[in-house]
């Protein structure tokens, strides 16, 4: 390759050097805006991925077991079995884009300095895929927690206009039976998508729907402990986002 006259190698090397620095920045300031709990789970599933990808880890690992949890105390799989999302892929790329999308919403706006709430509502949703799995015979549920995430989003945004290839038109509260129609369009297997958005229901209901009723006297079955608002405190996880004094 020639290199034109108005040009000179250090020129070149300024201009590349420059580049690199803009990306580093760019990925510096996405790291940044992640909140602090979606970005620790984004980071155990994404080291899942890559472990299985890399050969590092085998699924056989991973998988939600029973009697290998009972039995052989592999007490790892209640929590790797909610976080392998597969093999790096265009779609688990896409499934990580929704989880990170609608977690990062959530946690910086349904949940805004209440990530004690948030925690509890990530382990009530946990809780239920696990005996799901049990009773069903799921392996992985990953799939599970992102439809949940989606389906509370829409459920506090329901107005939000959606437009789908320019065809459909329909508000943001649809956008789970929207897209759980897609999957069985598809061919694929809907019962993770089907528990997701019954454990988001589930939760919905009883943290919006019963403290609303008379005789609950507005009481919150969901409610987080002291003791976890206090870590959260100590842990100054309230202050993601606020822009220093």
């Not at 190698?9 to 979606?38: C, K």
């Not at 509260?173 to 589930?202: A, E, K, Q, R, W």
Request: include cysteine; charged fraction near 10%; hydrophobic fraction near 45%.
């Amino acid at each position: 390759m020639r290199i034109p006259p108005s040009y000179n190698l250090a020129q070149i090397r300024q201009q590349v050097s420059q580049n690199e620095i803009n990306l580093m920045n760019f990925f510096a300031d996405l790291w940044v805006s992640i909140p602090p709990l979606t970005r620790l789970m984004l980071c155990i599933s994404v080291g899942l991925s890559l472990s299985v990808s890399l050969e590092l880890v085998s699924p056989l690992k991973l998988y939600f077991n029973w009697p290998l949890i009972w039995n052989k105390r592999q007490y790892w799989r209640l929590v790797s079995s909610l976080f392998y999302k597969g093999e790096l892929s265009a779609h688990t790329v896409f499934d990580f884009f929704i989880f990170y999308r609608y977690s990062s919403i959530l946690e910086k706006q349904a949940f805004r300095n209440k990530p004690a709430h948030y925690i509890v509502f990530f382990v009530f949703g946990c809780l239920n895929f696990l005996l799901a799995a049990y009773g069903l015979g799921l392996q992985f549920m990953s799939n599970c927690i992102s439809t949940m995430m989606l389906y509370i989003w829409a459920r506090m945004n329901p107005n939000i206009p959606f437009n789908f290839l320019n065809v459909f038109n329909f508000r943001s509260c649809f956008l789970p039976y929207f897209m759980f129609m897609l999957i069985l369009l598809s061919g694929y297997d809907p019962t993770m998508d089907l528990v997701g958005n019954l454990v988001g229901h589930l939760y919905f209901f009883l943290t919006m729907v019963v403290p609303k009723i008379p005789e609950m006297h507005q009481t919150n079955v969901l409610q987080p402990p002291k003791f976890l608002e206090q870590l959260c405190t100590y842990l100054q996880i309230h202050n993601f986002g606020h822009e220093p004094q």
